[in-house]
């Protein structure tokens, strides 16, 4: 280790620059997804757009400059801007829950809250609700599904830890389970290929008015995680060495949960399960940066929120129908993982 | 004033009796030894010491608050905490590592200050280990990586340690220097418990050692008192001699290799 002077210097670097260098390619690709679809837009309409928005009183001039206003502004930027947050929250929310459970092959999932968000939704579809109200089902099932967890955990003493991955899959069990009963009274020429799809995960259901809704939720939970990121790092320790360096583990814990908690269930409540991010993109931000919560969260938010950005553009470009983005978070995410668990065997760097 | 007091301290996991009756104090400046046999609640007694457990009876005080029942930033301040040498889950930098002694003295948001950075790094410098800031504590080895959980104990800025098995798993140079280190830690006025499998430890660095056999103090004393063939056979289980091999200096050895090296010498063919 003392042959290899270079590396220390070199991770340094990384870890200084890589956060920087994200937000710059995430400019970047956005800008360019804002261009790409069925109707192209070119950046000088993009310009002209951003000028038009800075200028009210005047308005879009022409015909086709109003076009590009709807198409951006109420179609495109809004899916942006869901893609990005989404996978900036699965991410941070995921490398909270690894450092949490001293465990890096844990998604956020882990306390049920997809499963909980899941079966809410599907329950709502299933009573016809309005599509708002589907979403705060899912919102509120997964987080009956996280307390559901917490409460099964505190039944008992013993390893906290332990105890609450117990919980996690019991409640992930029940609400699977209540899924599947759903499904199966769902009326299936109509409700349960409805059901299905949008279990699949994707973003075609992005409208403007959700994500402007969801947007400061996304951005509150993340800065929240990203203020206890110091706590979170003593609890990676594990419990014992957390507490002994003066950490109020539980009320810690508490609330690094429910903060994450909130995060997931709001990607299944505009998006459905997109799973595979909150798993593989902490390890890929750990690659980068080092475990340090401090520089991690950032570093994971940016990276999920490009990672998804551009999924999504493959999801609605490459081909002439729009692919689930659930399959090809899956799809690219899984080649992934052999290389994560080689890096992990070393250590989980 | 005592640092450390235990006062007719009992624990009992799921009604199975862990430790009981166990009273001793412990003066500042003090290094104690605990030894004892695997299972006989040694670790338990450290966690009932840094308020990681309740005790089922009696109490375990620092600087005469009770334990668990003391915030765990009040206790962080006075007791710091040196577990067994591990990897950890995750590769923390050396420096990372040293911080997060400082992470309850600051408000916990916000990042370190200049002063946490400076503490930590005099922290490494104490033990000439200040060039490792940067690597991942993975990449350590097993004595560099005790050090630099000793360096987070000492910018934690406590005045009593509790160490669980410091230098198992350590080498031989390594073990030596760790337990000069903490001798020298209690002649500036730290107090340390540890705890250790080897009694020949005890006798090089300890003040006091308290004997533990199934959950209670069969002895409690200075090493000239306390470590003779009698106490050492009863703790273990086993014959041990204790041979003086200095002033004030003796090593242990069970009979049984005593007698394997003696006969193994016998019969070697000579030449």
């Known amino acids: 280790m003392i042959a290899d002077r270079g590396k220390p210097a070199r991770a340094a670097f990384l870890s200084q620059g890589a956060p920087w260098l994200l937000a710059l390619l995430l400019a970047v690709a956005a800008v360019w997804s804002l261009t790409v679809g069925n109707y192209p837009i070119s950046l000088a309409d993009q310009w002209r757009y951003v000028l038009d928005l800075c200028d009210p009183a005047a308005g879009p001039a022409t015909r086709q400059a109003r076009l590009v206003g709807v198409v951006l502004g109420d179609v495109r930027a809004p899916r942006l801007l869901a893609a990005v947050l989404i996978g900036a929250a699965l991410s941070t929310s995921g490398a909270a829950y690894q450092s949490m459970f001293v465990n890096p092959l844990v998604s956020p999932g882990l306390l049920g809250v997809l499963a909980g968000a899941s079966c809410g939704a599907a329950l709502a579809m299933l009573a016809e609700l309005p599509w708002t109200a589907v979403q705060g089902c899912a919102f509120a099932g997964g987080v009956a599904a996280v307390a559901l967890a917490l409460g099964l955990a505190r039944l008992s003493r013993g390893d906290r830890l332990l105890l609450l991955v117990l919980g996690g899959v019991i409640s992930t069990a029940l609400f699977t389970a209540l899924l599947s009963a759903v499904k199966y009274l769902a009326d299936p020429t109509n409700q349960l290929p409805a059901i299905t799809y949008w279990l699949m995960g994707g973003l075609s259901r992005a409208d403007k008015e959700t994500v402007l809704k969801a947007t400061p939720l996304f951005v509150l939970g993340m800065a929240g995680l990203f203020l206890f990121s110091r706590q979170l790092d003593l609890l990676s320790l594990g419990d014992e060495q957390a507490r002994s360096l003066g950490l109020s583990v539980g009320r810690a814990r508490f609330w690094l949960i429910a903060l994450s908690t909130v995060l997931s269930a709001a990607t299944v409540s505009i998006a459905g399960l997109v799973g595979w991010v909150g798993l593989i993109i902490p390890h890929a931000g750990r690659l980068l940066v080092g475990p340090s919560n401090r520089r991690l969260l950032p570093t994971a938010g940016l990276l999920g929120g490009l990672y998804l950005l551009l999924v999504d553009d493959v999801s609605r470009l490459a081909f002439g129908v729009e692919i689930p983005l659930g399959i090809l978070t899956a799809l690219v995410g899984i080649p992934f993982f052999p290389l994560v668990l080689r890096n992990a065997r070393r250590s989980w760097g | ?271």
Not at chain 2, 128 to 134: G, N, P, Q, W, Y
Request: aromatic letters at 6%; charged letters at 20%; hydrophobic letters at 45%.
């Open chain 2, 1 to 271: 004033m005592h640092v450390f007091a235990a006062e007719n301290l009992a624990f009992s996991y799921n009604g199975t009796p862990v430790l009981s009756g166990v009273s001793f104090t412990v003066r500042p400046g003090e290094l104690v030894c605990l030894l004892g046999p695997n299972g006989c609640g040694k670790t338990t007694l450290l966690r009932l010491l840094l308020g990681l457990l309740a005790p089922t009876a009696g109490r375990a005080t620092v600087g005469g608050r009770e334990a668990h029942a003391t915030p765990p930033r009040d206790m962080a301040a006075a007791v710091a905490y040196v577990p067994q040498s591990h990897q950890g889950a995750f590769a923390y930098s050396v420096l990372d590592v040293v911080l997060m002694g400082r992470a309850a003295k600051s408000f916990f948001f916000g990042p370190p200050s200049a002063e946490d950075v400076d503490v930590a790094l005099r922290a490494l410098r104490r033990f000439s280990i200040e060039h490792l800031a940067r690597l991942p504590v993975t990449q350590l080895s097993g004595g560099q990586r005790q050090l630099t959980l000793l360096a987070r104990a000492l910018a934690q800025g406590a005045r009593a340690l509790v160490l669980d098995e410091p230098v198992t798993g350590l080498d031989f140079g390594h073990q030596a220097r760790f337990l000069e280190i903490l001798r020298e830690l209690c002649a500036e006025g730290y107090t340390c418990v540890m705890t250790t499998h080897f009694p020949d430890h005890a006798l090089w660095v300890a003040d006091r050692i308290l004997m533990l056999r199934q959950g209670r103090i069969v002895a409690d004393g200075p090493p000239e008192d306390v470590v003779t063939a009698e106490t050492l056979g009863r703790l273990y289980g086993v014959d041990i001699s204790v041979f003086p091999i200095a002033r004030a200096l003796r090593v242990c050895v069970p009979d049984r290799i005593r007698r394997l090296c003696r006969s193994a010498r016998s019969t070697r063919p000579p030449g």
